[in-house]
């Protein structure tokens, strides 16, 4: 397994592990060896105290603490002693290169909530903590009939979707007699 880096117009930095060999299938543990990708994900902005209070509106109902470490912020998921890292993180921080931080254009992260009522709630949670909407949460008809979406920009323009897709819960189909 290797680890690699890439860049994104320089406030939006992803990094993910790669498996270097095929797993077969037959493998012990084969779905834990190959679903844990993504270590951690990056965005970038120019004013910590304002992504501080947009992220921590949701991302701690999500099961992500806060540690901050050089002025920058660090949610992570709790781990179990004993067992690996529960992954991806997700770090705010200033861009590298000391310029402004800026969204990407078509980049995106996604957090996925427990239910549709926490995506709307969440939403709710990250607008009143500085975030604008882009996307109330609801359903989507390019998408598959429980996924269920918010989407947000925060404070610096980077785009978060919140969503759920628990087959459970009253899909589109369900609620529009489709």
């Known amino acids: 397994m290797s680890f690699r880096c890439g860049y994104y117009n320089d406030s939006f930095r992803l990094c993910y592990s790669v498996i270097d060999t095929v797993i077969p299938p037959s493998t012990p543990n084969y779905l834990e ?9 990056t965005v970038g902005a120019d004013d910590i105290a304002k992504a501080e209070r947009f992220y921590s509106a949701f991302l701690p109902a999500l099961g992500y603490g806060l540690e901050e470490y050089q ?11 004993g067992q690996p890292p529960v992954q991806p993180d997700f770090y705010v921080k200033s861009p590298f290169n000391g310029q402004s931080a800026s969204a990407g254009n078509g980049v995106m992260v996604a957090f996925q909530a427990r239910s549709q009522s926490q ?5 709710g949670a990250a607008l009143a903590a500085g975030g604008s909407d882009d996307g109330q949460p609801g359903f989507r008809p390019l998408y598959g009939p429980h996924f269920y979406v918010g989407y947000l920009r925060d404070p610096h323009g980077n785009k978060i979707a919140l969503f759920s897709s628990d087959p459970n819960e009253p899909g589109r189909d369900e609620l529009h007699g489709s």
């Open 33 to 41: 060896e190959s679903l844990n990708m993504i270590a951690y994900v």
């Open 119 to 123: 995506v709307r709630d969440l939403h």
């Open 71 to 81: 002025g920058d912020l660090s949610y992570i998921l709790p781990t179990v002693p």
